[in-house]
Nanobody, 125 residues
Framework: QVQLVESGGGLVQTGGSLRLSCAAS????????MGWFRQAPGKEREFVAA????????LYADSVKGRFTISRDNAKNTEYLQMNSLKPEDTAVYYC??????????????????WGQGTQVTVSS
């Protein structure tokens, strides 16, 4: 079992930046690949980015590639999502998630075992 708590969301203007954090507690953080997903009103939850256990491999959705950076600090049991050049279409609730299976990084929600409660990101035009 692992508990995840996101923070760092807020209101920002178009072109601005935010850094989201996801603090983990419970089982060994480094045992999990980690991901970020987002869900806008009326839409399905979608993949944003994922990172391997050691942090050496990352995966991004095409819509955020080049603007967002996922990272992790296993010593601090924390995952991050640095979001730059934000657009109104990035507005959503952002969730971090943990994947306990070994294998390729996943874009699919059903592959992830644990989820945080989400943090709201709003980008104004």
């Amino acid at each position: 079992q692992v508990q995840l708590v996101e923070s760092g969301g807020g209101l920002v203007q178009t072109g601005g930046s935010l850094r989201l954090s996801c603090a983990a507690s419970g089982r060994t953080f480094s045992s999990y690949a980690m991901g970020w997903f987002r869900q806008a009103p009326g839409k399905e939850r979608e993949f944003v980015a994922a990172i391997s256990r050691g942090g050496g491999t990352t995966l991004y959705a095409d819509s955020v590639k080049g603007r967002f950076t996922i990272s992790r600090d296993n010593a601090k049991n924390t995952e991050y999502l640095q979001m730059n050049s934000l657009k109104p279409e990035d507005t959503a609730v952002y969730y971090c998630a943990a994947d306990g299976d070994y294998g390729f990084l996943s874009r699919f929600t059903y592959e992830y075992d644990y989820w945080g409660q989400g943090t709201q990101v709003t980008v104004s035009s």
